[in-house]
C-alpha cells in the first residue's frame, strides 16, 4: 500500500471510525468495499493517476502539474485554485476532513457569476441557496445568519453579487484553516515527491 495513504488513513478524524449507522462495517480499521469511493480511495486513485480524470462531455484532460507548479500551490491559495490538478487534490484533502461543501460552494458562486439571463439566475441563485445557505441544507456552509439572511430576502430579484459576501467568508475559511493543513499533508508531500521523479 502506498504509504503516503497508510499515513492519511492511520491520522484520519475519528468520526470515520463513527460513521452513520447505514455505513457499511469497518474491518481491520478499513471499510469495506462501496460502490462509492471513499475519500482514501480517491486519494489512492488520485495519486497513481498520470493526469486528474478525463471529462467525457468536455474531452479536457489536465495533464499532472510541473514541480514548479506544485511548489506555488505552498506560495498562493489563488494559484492552487486557479489550477485544475490543485482544485482536485484540494478537494480530495477536504473530503477527508468532512469540509468538501466549502469548495463546492464557492466553485458554484464562480460558475453563478458567469450567469446571463434573468431566469436562470433566479434558477441558479435558488439552487445554490437551497443545496448550500438554507438552514438544515444537505451540504451547508457555515455562514452567520444575516448574510443567510440577505441572500434569502435577494432570491426573487437575484443580482449576480448577491452571494459575494458569503463567498469571500468561505474563501477566508478555507485560506486561514483547510489550505495551510492541505500544504501539510501528506498528499500534497506526496505530490511534490512525485513531481520531483517526474523532472
Given at each position: 500500500m502506498?504509504?503516503a495513504?497508510?499515513?492519511a488513513?492511520?491520522?484520519?478524524?475519528?468520526?470515520?471510525?463513527?460513521?452513520?449507522?447505514?455505513?457499511?462495517?469497518?474491518?481491520s480499521?478499513?471499510?469495506k468495499?462501496?460502490?462509492?469511493?471513499?475519500?482514501?480511495?480517491?486519494?489512492?486513485?488520485?495519486?497513481?493517476n498520470?493526469?486528474?480524470?478525463?471529462?467525457?462531455?468536455?474531452?479536457?484532460?489536465?495533464h499532472?502539474?510541473?514541480?514548479?507548479?506544485?511548489?506555488q500551490?505552498?506560495?498562493?491559495?489563488?494559484?492552487?485554485?486557479?489550477?485544475?490538478?490543485?482544485?482536485?487534490?484540494?478537494?480530495?484533502?477536504?473530503?477527508?476532513?468532512?469540509?468538501?461543501?466549502?469548495?463546492?460552494?464557492?466553485?458554484?458562486c464562480?460558475?453563478?457569476?458567469?450567469?446571463?439571463?434573468?431566469?436562470?439566475l433566479r434558477?441558479?441563485a435558488?439552487?445554490?441557496?437551497?443545496?448550500?445557505?438554507?438552514?438544515?441544507?444537505p451540504?451547508?456552509?457555515?455562514?452567520?445568519?444575516?448574510?443567510?439572511?440577505a441572500?434569502?430576502?435577494?432570491?426573487?430579484?437575484?443580482?449576480?453579487?448577491?452571494?459575494?459576501?458569503a463567498?469571500?467568508?468561505?474563501?477566508?475559511?478555507?485560506?486561514?484553516?483547510?489550505?495551510?493543513?492541505?500544504?501539510?499533508?501528506?498528499?500534497?508531500?506526496?505530490?511534490?515527491?512525485?513531481a520531483?521523479r517526474h523532472t
Amino acid at each position: 500500500m502506498n504509504s503516503a495513504l497508510y499515513l492519511a488513513w492511520c491520522h484520519r478524524p475519528a468520526e470515520m471510525d463513527t460513521l452513520n449507522s447505514g455505513s457499511e462495517p469497518f474491518v481491520s480499521g478499513f471499510p469495506k468495499e462501496k460502490k462509492q469511493r471513499t475519500w482514501a480511495s480517491r486519494f489512492r486513485y488520485f495519486l497513481q493517476n498520470p493526469s486528474s480524470p478525463q471529462s467525457s462531455s468536455s474531452r479536457k484532460i489536465f495533464h499532472r502539474p510541473t514541480l514548479d507548479e506544485v511548489n506555488q500551490w505552498a506560495k498562493s491559495f489563488d494559484c492552487l485554485l486557479s489550477h485544475k490538478y490543485g482544485q482536485a487534490a484540494f478537494s480530495i484533502f477536504l473530503k477527508s476532513e468532512f469540509c468538501e461543501e466549502n469548495l463546492q460552494f464557492w466553485l458554484a458562486c464562480q460558475e453563478y457569476k458567469k450567469t446571463k439571463s434573468l431566469s436562470q439566475l433566479r434558477t441558479r441563485a435558488r439552487s445554490i441557496y437551497e443545496e448550500f445557505v438554507k438552514s438544515e441544507s444537505p451540504k451547508e456552509v457555515n455562514l452567520d445568519f444575516h448574510t443567510k439572511e440577505a441572500i434569502a430576502q435577494s432570491l426573487q430579484w437575484p443580482a449576480l453579487s448577491c452571494f459575494y459576501k458569503a463567498q469571500q467568508i468561505i474563501y477566508s475559511l478555507m485560506e486561514n484553516s483547510s489550505y495551510p493543513r492541505f500544504i501539510e499533508s501528506e498528499l500534497y508531500k506526496e505530490l511534490c515527491a512525485r513531481a520531483r521523479r517526474h523532472t
